[in-house]
C-alpha cells in the first residue's frame, strides 16, 4: 500500500507526545525510495497515456499519494522542531549528551541556529535604554519567594551569587538561595528544590 | 508613527507615573495572552519599564542586606521581571506558531507604518521561517522527485483561530458592535462600558487593539 510507511512516521510522533525519539533516519530514506519509486512510475505512464486514457487514475492516485506522504514527512519535521525549541527553554544553548544523541546533524544544526537567533533576540531587548539584554529563559514560573531552599544533587563546586558571596555546592549539602539564581542549576539537575 | 507617538508622550508626560506603566504593561500582558492573534507590541511601555528597574535596582544596592526593605523591593522587581518575560514570550511563541501568516501581514503593515512587531522581533520571525524553510529543505525537500521539492508557504502555514470565543470587558460604551452570523444575517450589539461579554473574537479585535476593550 503507498503512504504506508509515513503513517508509521506519523504514528510514532503521536505516541510520545511529551518525549523526543531517536531521529528515524531509516524510515525516513524508505519513504523518499517509495517517492522516487512512485514517480517513476508515474512518469513511465503519464507518458504512454498522452492518447490513452485509461490510465490516469492511476497516476493521479500515485500522485495523491506522493503528496501524502510530502505532507506528512514535513509534519513529522515540523513537529519534532516544535519540540527541540522547547529544549532549547529547558536546557539552554548546550544540551546534554544523551538528548544530543536523539537529534539528527541537521536537527542539531538547526537547533544552533535556533538557538542562536532567539539569543540575538534577547541581547537585543532593551538596548536601547543601556541595557544587555533579558534572558527570557529565566523566571519561567511566577515568583513565589524570594529564597528557595535547594538540595545538591552532584559536586557543583563553587557558585557565585549576584551579590559576591561565594556558595560551595558540594552533593547532598542543602542550601537557602535566590531563586532567580538557582532556576537555570534546577532545570539542568544540579540542584532540587525541597518543598 | 513614531512622530505622533512622540507627541502624545510630551503631552501627558508628568501625568505618566511608574505605576500607570505598570498597569499599562500588565494590560497588554493579559490582552495578549488572551487574544488569539497578535496584538501591536507596547515596546514603549516595556523600556520604560526596564528602565525603572535599573532605578530601582541601584536604589537597593544603597540599602543594607538586612534591610526589610530590600527584600520587599526586589520580590516586586522579580514579579515585574516575570510580567516582561512572560509577556515578550508569549509574543515569541505566537510569532514562532504563526510565522508565515504574521510576516505576510507584516510586511503591508509596515508599508503603512503600523507595524505589530518591534524591529528585533520582525527580524527573529524572518530568520526563524529561514531557519525552517532550509531545515526543511535540507533534510528531506531535495532528496525528493523533481515536482515535490517546493517548500510551499502556504501549505505550511498556521493561522490563528479568530473564530474563537473571548472574554472582554468594555472600557467605554461601544455602540454598533457588527456580529458576523453565518447565515448572513448580521446583529449590531451595543457594548455598554464596565460591561462584561463573551464574544467572538473577530468582531472586537480592532476594538482590543485601540485599548477600547480588555480581555478577561
Redesign the interface.
Known amino acids: 500500500m503507498f503512504a504506508e510507511k509515513v503513517i508509521e512516521l506519523i504514528k510514532e510522533v503521536d505516541r510520545n507526545p511529551d518525549t523526543i525519539d531517536q531521529y528515524n533516519d531509516e524510515k525516513?530514506r524508505q519513504i523518499?525510495e517509495e517517492?522516487?519509486l512512485?514517480?517513476?512510475l508515474n512518469m513511465n505512464d503519464a507518458n504512454a497515456t498522452t492518447e490513452n486514457r485509461s490510465l490516469w487514475t492511476t497516476v493521479q492516485v500515485r500522485h495523491s499519494a506522493?503528496?501524502r506522504n510530502?505532507?506528512c514527512?514535513?509534519a513529522y519535521?515540523?513537529n519534532r522542531?516544535k519540540k527541540i525549541?522547547t529544549l532549547r527553554w529547558e536546557f539552554g544553548a548546550v544540551l546534554p549528551p544523551d538528548i544530543r544523541e536523539l537529534l539528527?546533524d541537521?536537527?542539531y544544526?538547526?537547533f544552533s541556529?535556533?538557538s542562536g537567533?532567539?539569543a540575538?533576540?534577547m541581547r537585543?531587548?532593551?538596548q536601547?535604554?543601556?541595557?544587555s539584554g533579558?534572558d527570557?529563559t529565566?523566571?519561567?514560573k511566577?515568583?513565589k519567594?524570594?529564597f528557595i531552599e535547594v538540595l545538591c544533587v552532584v559536586d557543583y563546586g563553587k557558585l557565585e551569587l549576584e551579590?559576591g558571596d561565594v556558595v560551595m555546592l558540594k552533593k547532598n549539602s542543602r542550601h537557602y538561595l535566590p531563586?532567580?539564581e538557582c532556576q537555570t542549576l534546577i532545570r539542568q539537575g544540579i540542584l532540587k528544590q525541597i518543598m | 508613527m513614531e512622530s505622533t507617538e512622540e507627541l502624545q508622550f510630551s503631552d501627558d508626560e508628568e501625568e505618566v507615573t511608574a505605576e500607570t506603566v505598570l498597569k499599562t504593561l500588565q494590560c497588554a500582558w493579559q490582552n495578549e495572552r488572551l487574544s488569539p492573534e497578535i496584538l501591536p507590541h507596547q515596546n514603549d511601555m516595556?523600556?520604560c519599564m526596564?528602565?525603572q528597574i535599573?532605578h530601582m535596582e541601584r536604589n537597593i544596592n544603597k540599602l543594607s542586606?538586612t534591610d526589610l526593605r530590600t527584600?520587599i523591593h526586589?520580590?516586586e522587581i522579580?514579579?515585574i521581571?516575570?510580567i516582561?518575560?512572560?509577556y515578550?514570550?508569549t509574543r515569541?511563541n505566537k510569532i514562532?506558531k504563526y510565522c508565515i501568516p504574521i510576516l505576510n501581514q507584516e510586511r503591508q503593515r509596515i508599508e503603512t507604518d503600523t507595524n505589530y512587531l518591534t524591529p528585533?522581533?520582525y527580524?527573529?520571525a524572518q530568520?526563524?521561517v529561514l531557519?525552517?524553510e532550509n531545515?526543511?529543505k535540507?533534510?528531506?525537500l531535495n532528496?525528493?522527485?523533481?515536482?515535490?521539492q517546493v517548500f510551499e508557504m502556504n501549505?505550511?502555514a498556521e493561522h490563528p483561530n479568530l473564530q474563537t470565543h473571548v472574554f472582554l470587558k468594555a472600557n467605554e460604551t461601544i455602540n454598533g458592535v457588527v456580529l458576523e452570523d453565518l447565515t448572513g444575517e448580521d446583529e449590531e450589539i451595543d457594548l455598554e462600558e464596565g460591561s462584561q461579554h463573551i464574544l467572538q473574537y473577530k468582531p472586537i479585535a480592532d476594538l482590543l487593539k485601540n485599548g477600547k476593550v480588555t480581555l478577561l
Not at chain 1, 128 to 131: A, F, R
Not at chain 2, 143 to 148: F, R, S, T
Open positions: 525516513i523518499i517517492m522516487h512512485l514517480f517513476k506522493l503528496e510530502k505532507r514527512i514535513l519535521l515540523y522542531m525549541k539528527s541537521d536537527e544544526q538547526w541556529k535556533y537567533n532567539l540575538l533576540y537585543s531587548l532593551g536601547d535604554i543601556g541595557y533579558i527570557l529565566e523566571n519561567l511566577p515568583p519567594s524570594l551579590d531563586t532567580s | 516595556v523600556e526596564l528602565g535599573q542586606k527584600s526586589k520580590m522579580s514579579r521581571k516575570f516582561i518575560c512572560n515578550l514570550k515569541l514562532e528585533s522581533e527580524k527573529y530568520e526563524y531557519n525552517m531545515h526543511m535540507n533534510v528531506v532528496k525528493m522527485p523533481g515536482n515535490m501549505k505550511m
